[in-house]
């Protein structure tokens, strides 16, 4: 059901939550992303579509990050109580039971009565939204990756499934495209983990695999200076050589598209690659704060990446 019981509104005193400004307050965070979500050159339809997805995406990772706006309004759309709420995983098994009624019946959330129309329009299944909760209940049992195959693994939940999204909501997708687009996600997935290092740190998380610290000579606590020693810039160059490399990998996707779409994920990608170029121009010491590129930057890669020279 999607109505919580009366006791669970009396709480906090608060009364019933106001679903339009919880809607607007996730939908509100697209502006801050690295990469634009919407952006206005395409066809108004997709737009539409690609921000009801990210309205799921970015409540999933605010539930699982512990980021939910003060007052408990998402806990009680979906039925949890307040004095729940702080429990994730509980948050994360609300949040997928009434992500399951976008295609059996009608969702609690408005954020996913949002999506229920694209889901119908596109064609999409459940299994990518299903990939992102899982992402975020993995990180709250999950805080350390032995190896980059663990967190490659993880980046196919967290991150790949975005781009099928994408490629489902445009029209695009096929087999290869979806290998490429996947070589992509994950790249930038990396190129975010190494960009928060400090931040992932204070919420007790590594995603620098530990096979890796230990070749280059980091321990855990070189994460939490201020500033970055040869031992960690050597690990984060490294890193970033790869989420490079896939980026390459991936970039073909750009050329096999046309039209909008093409210049889409050819942002993509040139958003990736300004950001390894950030990463670089600061000597890989990412621990001050994400080095972040500069308009300049982005358009130089953007250029380079729409002419199939990177």
Request: net charge negative; charged share 25%.
């Amino acid at each position: 059901m999607c109505r919580p019981r009366p006791r669970q509104y009396a709480v906090t005193g608060t009364g019933t939550p106001h679903a339009a400004d919880t809607e607007r307050g996730t939908l509100d965070k697209a502006a801050h992303e690295n990469f634009p979500v919407a952006p206005f050159f395409l066809p108004r339809a997709w737009r539409t579509d690609l921000m009801a997805v990210y309205g799921f995406a970015r409540l999933v990772d605010d539930i699982g990050d512990g980021d939910l706006a003060p007052g408990g309004a998402d806990a009680r759309l979906l039925g949890v109580s307040a004095t729940d709420a702080e429990d994730r995983l509980l948050m994360l098994d609300a949040f997928e039971a009434d992500l399951r009624r976008v295609f059996d019946s009608t969702p609690c959330h408005p954020l996913l009565r949002r999506l229920q129309p694209t889901v119908r329009r596109r064609s999409l299944t459940p299994e990518p939204f299903l990939g992102l909760i899982e992402a975020n209940r993995q990180d709250q049992v999950v805080s350390r990756y032995e190896t980059y195959d663990d967190l490659l693994a993880y980046c196919e939940l967290s991150a790949n499934p975005v781009g099928h999204l994408v490629l489902a909501v445009t029209g695009a997708a096929t087999p290869e495209r979806i290998r490429r687009s996947d070589a992509i996600c994950t790249a930038l997935q990396i190129v975010e983990h190494l960009q928060d290092v400090a931040e992932d740190l204070g919420r007790d998380r590594i995603y620098l695999p530990a096979e890796d610290m230990k070749r280059f000579h980091v321990q855990e606590a070189d994460l939490a200076t201020k500033t970055a020693g040869a031992s960690v810039r050597a690990l984060v160059a490294y890193e970033a050589q790869r989420a490079r490399d896939l980026l390459n990998e991936g970039a073909p996707l750009v050329g096999s598209v046309h039209g909008r779409l093409r210049l889409l994920l050819g942002g993509f990608v040139a958003g990736g690659r300004a950001a390894i170029h950030a990463i670089a121009a600061a000597d890989y010491d990412v621990l001050p704060g994400p080095p972040k590129p500069g308009k300049v930057q982005l358009l130089r890669e953007v250029g380079v990446t729409l002419r199939g020279e990177g």
